[in-house]
């Protein structure tokens, strides 16, 4: 089990999601937890009772952590350096999951020489299947990226990139998760409109997904193999994927994740100005 204290300020669904995946992880204690957040008394309260974390002030948060995990969004994250700044320390590890914020802003921000991981996991940190990037900040250590990547990889994978692409990783699989979604939304409606029940076509759309992604973790077959593989001549695969193409369905979904990225680039610049 691990050693080091971890706090996290945020209180929100992702920190709640870390919590949960540390300790069910076994690789974490609960008495090594702090949490503390900006006003929601009872929220703080909830993930004290639930997971037996210990929930206290930013200044003893601050002041008793080797990690320091900032949890909250974007638009707060400056005003919390700003209050928590004069009792860090430049040999914590501090973590930030704030989108589109750069640790070069937060090192201005801070005035210290921090140590600094930039993470972005992304909603199935809930079910503890995130897929997580971090990148490694100058002052960070190998250490402390080890120690990073083990918080992370308590809700999923894990991959360390350039910090320059994380606002690719932003719009690929940060916002990925609501285009399968509405992919799978589509599916079920699909098979409701011709005379399945929501029931049995939810079913089947969702073990259709997790086989299809079962045979290309298993096989290491690209999807286009995969695809040509169900393909038969005149067959009835072969008809679906044509009016897919026809639509621009891949076209569509790489525009997506291009204006996903796009837009994340929009954000940061605004939230840094």
Request: proline share 2%; charged share 25%; with cysteine.
């Amino acid at each position: 089990m691990e050693k080091q204290r971890i706090g996290i300020i945020g209180a929100g669904n992702m920190a709640e999601a870390l919590i949960h995946g540390m300790i069910t992880s076994m690789r974490f204690s609960s008495q090594r937890i702090l949490v503390s957040n900006r006003s929601n008394r009872q929220r703080l309260e909830h993930l004290a009772e639930k997971y037996k974390v210990v929930g206290t002030s930013k200044k003893d948060l601050v002041e008793q952590s080797d990690v320091i995990v900032l949890a909250m969004k974007p638009q707060d994250l400056f005003s919390v350096i700003e209050e928590i700044k004069e009792w860090m320390r430049p040999e914590q590890l501090c973590i930030s999951i704030a989108a589109g914020v750069d640790m070069a802003s937060i090192q201005r921000a801070s005035g210290l020489e921090l140590s600094i991981v930039r993470a972005m996991p992304n909603t199935s940190a809930k079910v503890l299947c995130s897929a997580t990037a971090i990148a490694k900040g100058e002052n960070a250590t190998e250490e402390q990226m080890e120690l990073a990547r083990k918080i992370f990889s308590c809700v999923g994978t894990v991959r360390e990139v350039e910090e320059e692409q994380m606002d690719v990783v932003t719009g690929l699989s940060g916002s990925g998760p609501a285009y399968v979604y509405s992919f799978l939304e589509a599916m079920i409606d699909g098979g409701h409109r011709l005379g399945l029940s929501q029931k049995e076509s939810t079913e089947l759309v969702l073990q259709t997904l997790r086989g299809a992604v079962e045979m290309m973790t298993a096989t290491g077959m690209k999807p286009a193999e995969l695809s040509q593989q169900i393909c038969s001549p005149n067959g009835t695969t072969v008809a679906g994927l044509a009016v897919l193409r026809q639509n621009h369905f891949k076209e569509s979904v790489m525009e997506a994740i291009k204006a996903a990225t796009l837009r994340s680039k929009e954000l940061r610049k605004s939230v840094q100005s």
